[in-house]
């Protein structure tokens, strides 16, 4: 079956070093992968869509990777700020897409000053 | 532009009352999905509705749940005789296409 696997235990990293989550998954194959932003007691915030043909993205301190090969996503937070501290979910279409997305459990990020 | 809006914020029932979760999407979406989280766990996918139409309710238990998404007014999540075990935050959603936009959500508890 279709799964997608983040690291469930929380990251810790000091403020202004660089914040590295993955997203791994198995037994499908997207046509691209997102990543979303949750704090508590709010609705997941887009942040950056990746396709199967791009290796790369960046948004201002944010990069995304994606290895089809490792059927893997990297998802990196430059100079990362305390305001950084959030829930990092990734996002596939399953196979055989109808329109939703599969989340996977999220990594939650904590930036200390 | 307003964004998604649900409503309730928060709900709460008694065991064996309907809850009714509302959500209104963004200007100029007409796919609307439907999402459940528990405490420590992820989003759970439960229905994707377009107008008037579920295109894919895989995610939804078979019994007391419903959703509908009318031609005019808000989708309505409905859960009827909820049980303690229905307690999760509910999370409504929009699409132009690729990526959702989300509500803040209704976080509703089963007393």
């Known amino acids: 079956s279709q799964k997608i696997e983040q690291n469930s235990e929380a990251l810790n990293i000091q403020e202004g070093k660089t914040a590295t989550l993955t997203c791994n998954y198995t037994?499908?194959?997207?046509?691209?992968l997102q990543w979303y932003r949750q704090d508590p007691g709010r609705g997941p915030v887009f942040l950056l869509l990746?396709?199967?043909?791009?290796k790369e993205k960046r948004k201002e301190r944010l990069k995304v990777t994606f290895d089809t090969t490792l059927k893997q996503s990297l998802f990196h937070i430059t100079a990362s700020q305390p305001a950084d501290s959030a829930t990092y979910l990734c996002a596939l279409p399953p196979s055989g897409n109808t329109g939703k997305l599969i989340f996977g459990q999220g990594t939650t990020l904590q930036v200390k000053p | 532009n307003a964004g998604v809006m649900q409503n309730p914020r928060h709900l709460v029932r008694r065991r064996g009352q309907e809850a009714r979760l509302r959500c209104s999407p963004m200007k100029g979406h007409s796919h609307v999905y439907w999402y459940r989280q528990l405490p420590e766990e992820g989003l759970k996918f439960m229905v994707y509705l377009q107008k008037e139409n579920i295109i894919d309710e895989s995610g939804m238990p078979k019994e007391r749940f419903s959703a509908e998404f009318p031609k005019e007014g808000p989708s309505i999540l409905r859960i009827q005789q909820v049980v303690r075990g229905d307690s999760a935050a509910y999370f409504c959603?929009?699409?132009?296409?690729?990526?959702?936009?989300f509500g803040s959500g209704t976080q509703l508890s089963v007393l």
């Open positions: 990746i396709r199967e043909n791009e």
């Open positions: 959603a929009s699409s132009p296409g690729d990526l959702l936009f």
């Open positions: 037994n499908y194959s997207p046509a691209y």
